[in-house]
């Protein structure tokens, strides 16, 4: 059985949260747990205390706001399938994760501040032309996702800071979403990908892992607006996206996959 010793602070409110992440910079937010129990299981990391912010109800807020839709950082993979407001992205995303049991607890801030360029819901927050909202008690700011991932397991999160929310712009389009993993269920992704695309005029398409931190491919993008084949958009594609050999796939399969995805969502329109 998996025993760790470090003291859990609860807090009941983001302020009482935020004061202890500022006096506690050494402490690890606990979110769901999901990624750091298989950490500690590894002996990948030894805390000195947790900050559980599972206790805070305003980080599970989904809710509309005036430009868009404000998604709580603590909101689980279940909580946002399961409600009739959530985008059909975030929806077909957050049900690729793990199984049921890990959606349960799995939450979006913890997928997204784990950053790992695997992560499902990323390339979703690209696509969306999503914000993050990051506070500490010194304020808050919003930092666009296009910035948030600044590499392997490196982001652009201040060590006082603790991801409040997820804002998404209320934005048109044909929308898709494709994860390419072993199995359905409780595999990691090969390569995931997110699109949105508005003919002629606007273009989003977004991958996760196929680089070190999700990535969208600019030139696919332009070159799609512009009118160009499914099949020349894929070509771009499988130039601009940088994948490696690891152990789950080789990185011309996932060049292949990823052209072949959006290949296909391209000519099924
Ligand atoms: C069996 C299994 C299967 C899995 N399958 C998938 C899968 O298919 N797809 C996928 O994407 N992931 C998968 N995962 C990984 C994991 O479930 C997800 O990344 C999940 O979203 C993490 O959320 P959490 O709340 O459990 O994060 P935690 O483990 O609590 O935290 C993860 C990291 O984020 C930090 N953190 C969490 N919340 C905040 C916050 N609000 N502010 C600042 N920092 C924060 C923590 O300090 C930690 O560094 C799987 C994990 C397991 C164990």
Same mark, same amino acid.
């Given at each position: 059985?998996?025993?760790?010793?470090?003291?859990?602070?609860?807090?009941?409110?983001?302020?009482?949260?935020?004061?202890?992440?500022?006096?506690?910079?050494?402490?690890?937010?606990?979110?769901?747990?999901?990624?750091?129990?298989?950490?500690?299981?590894?002996?990948?990391?030894?805390?000195?205390?947790?900050?559980?912010?599972?206790?805070?109800?305003?980080?599970?807020?989904?809710?509309?706001?005036?430009?868009?839709?404000?998604?709580?950082?603590?909101?689980?993979?279940?909580?946002?399938?399961?409600?009739?407001?959530?985008?059909?992205?975030?929806? $077909?995303? !957050? &049900?690729?994760? +793990? /199984?049921?049991?890990?959606?349960?607890? #799995?939450?979006?801030?913890?997928? @997204?501040?784990?950053?790992?360029?695997?992560?499902?819901?990323?390339?979703?927050?690209?696509?969306?032309?999503?914000?993050?909202?990051?506070?500490?008690?010194?304020?808050?700011?919003?930092?666009?996702?296009?910035?948030?991932?600044?590499?392997?397991?490196?982001?652009?999160?201040?060590?006082?800071?603790?991801?409040?929310?997820?804002?998404?712009?209320?934005?048109?389009?044909?929308?898709?979403?494709?994860?390419?993993?072993?199995?359905?269920?409780?595999?990691?992704?090969?390569?995931?990908?997110?699109?949105?695309?508005?003919?002629?005029?606007?273009?989003?398409?977004?991958?996760?892992?196929?680089?070190?931190?999700?990535?969208?491919?600019?030139?696919? $993008?332009? !070159? &799609?607006?512009? +009118? /160009?084949?499914?099949?020349?958009?894929? #070509?771009?594609?499988?130039?601009? @996206?940088?994948?490696?050999?690891?152990?789950?796939?080789?990185?011309?399969?996932?060049?292949?996959?990823?052209?072949?995805?959006?290949?296909?969502?391209?000519?099924?329109?």
């Amino acid at each position: 059985m998996l025993r760790c010793e470090a003291p859990v602070h609860r807090p009941h409110s983001l302020e009482d949260a935020l004061v202890l992440r500022a006096e506690l910079p050494g402490a690890t937010i606990l979110a769901g747990g999901t990624d750091i129990m298989v950490y500690l299981e590894a002996g990948q990391l030894r805390p000195t205390e947790f900050i559980d912010l599972s206790g805070v109800p305003a980080l599970r807020a989904l809710r509309s706001i005036t430009g868009g839709q404000y998604y709580g950082a603590g909101l689980t993979c279940t909580d946002v399938v399961r409600s009739p407001h959530t985008h059909p992205l975030i929806r $077909e995303a !957050a &049900l690729t994760v +793990g /199984a049921v049991q890990i959606q349960n607890r #799995a939450t979006l801030g913890g997928n @997204i501040c784990n950053s790992s360029p695997a992560g499902d819901t990323l390339p979703v927050w690209l696509a969306l032309k999503a914000d993050f909202e990051l506070a500490s008690v010194h304020g808050r700011r919003r930092v666009p996702a296009a910035r948030f991932w600044r590499g392997y397991k490196k982001t652009e999160m201040r060590p006082h800071e603790i991801l409040v929310a997820i804002i998404v712009p209320p934005l048109a389009g044909y929308m898709h979403f494709r994860k390419v993993g072993t199995r359905l269920a409780q595999s990691i992704a090969k390569v995931v990908f997110a699109g949105r695309y508005v003919p002629g005029i606007d273009a989003a398409l977004a991958f996760g892992a196929v680089g070190p931190v999700p990535m969208r491919c600019p030139e696919a $993008e332009r !070159a &799609l607006i512009a +009118g /160009a084949s499914p099949a020349e958009v894929a #070509a771009q594609v499988e130039k601009e @996206i940088s994948p490696i050999d690891d152990v789950r796939s080789t990185q011309d399969y996932r060049r292949k996959v990823a052209g072949n995805i959006v290949r296909t969502w391209l000519e099924s329109r």
